[in-house]
T-cell receptor
Framework: NAGVMQNPRHLVRRRGQEARLRCSPM?????VYWYRQLPEEGLKFMVY????????ESGMPKERFSAEFPKEGPSILRIQQVVRGDSAAYFC?????????????FGPGTRLLVL | DQQVKQNSPSLSVQEGRISILNCDYT??????FLWYKKYPAEGPTFLIS?????DKNEDGRFTVFLNKSAKHLSLHIVPSQPGDSAVYFC?????????????FGTGTKLQVIP
């Protein structure tokens, strides 16, 4: 049973370019969460999605960031016009349902470096 | 506003001894608590959890203690092994906007010295 998959594992972008981060949840999981970890900091919640729905995007910057989880295919976190401050590790997690006591299973992360 | 705090950024322990990692929280609505372990260049992996109706949960070498009145929880690892060296994240969840939202602490880096 494959775990949460994220790709790419490493992504280098120049300022002003777009970054697309992909996350395939564990089989049978329909809930996806995105977190960001800045250097020397903890995990910061960004967005929670179910299939075709954004449930909570309170942690997402209002501009340049967007997320989707289509009916078919992986969840996508999109960062437009990247800036150096976007350099971080972005982790995706999935769970089978919305209850917090159900463990969130994390992917290996995508490390974004903005030059 | 950091609702889940891990005040010790790092901890060093001798192999075979006990490791105690601490976590404090401010939101009294948190009703479920978790510990995750993270190795470099990997995602966090779930370690152990505890419901707010309990004060202790044990799984092998790992025990989590919850003191609700003090809004404090701790993770005990006995005996500590070099493979336990990692960053440990404390997390807590509460109902928010119709779902259980998880908030993570900033992590404690544990080094177990052989």
């Amino acid at each position: 049973n494959a775990g949460v998959m994220q790709n790419p594992r490493h992504l280098v972008r120049r300022r002003g370019q777009e970054a697309r981060l992909r996350c395939s949840p564990m089989k049978g999981h329909s809930h996806v969460y995105w977190y960001r970890q800045l250097p020397e900091e903890g995990l910061k919640f960004m967005v929670y999605l179910q299939k075709e729905n954004i449930i909570d995007e309170s942690g997402m910057p209002k501009e340049r960031f967007s997320a989707e989880f289509p009916k078919e295919g992986p969840s996508i976190l999109r960062i437009q016009q990247v800036v150096r401050g976007d350099s971080a590790a972005y982790f995706c997690a999935s769970s089978p349902n919305w209850r917090g006591e159900e463990t969130q299973y994390f992917g290996p992360g995508t490390r974004l470096l903005v030059l | 506003d950091q609702q889940v705090k891990q005040n010790s950024p790092s901890l060093s322990v001798q192999e075979g001894r006990i490791s105690i990692l601490n976590c404090d929280y401010t939101n009294s609505m948190f009703d479920y608590f978790l510990w995750y372990k993270k190795y470099p260049a990997e995602g966090p992996t779930f370690l152990i959890s505890i419901s707010s109706i309990k004060d202790k949960n044990e799984d092998g070498r790992f025990t989590v203690f919850l003191n609700k009145s003090a809004k404090h929880l701790s993770l005990h690892i006995v005996p500590s092994q070099p493979g336990d060296s990692a960053v440990y994240f404390c997390a807590a969840s509460a109902k928010s906007g119709g779902y259980q939202k998880v908030t993570f602490g900033t992590g404690t880096k544990l080094q177990v010295i052989p």
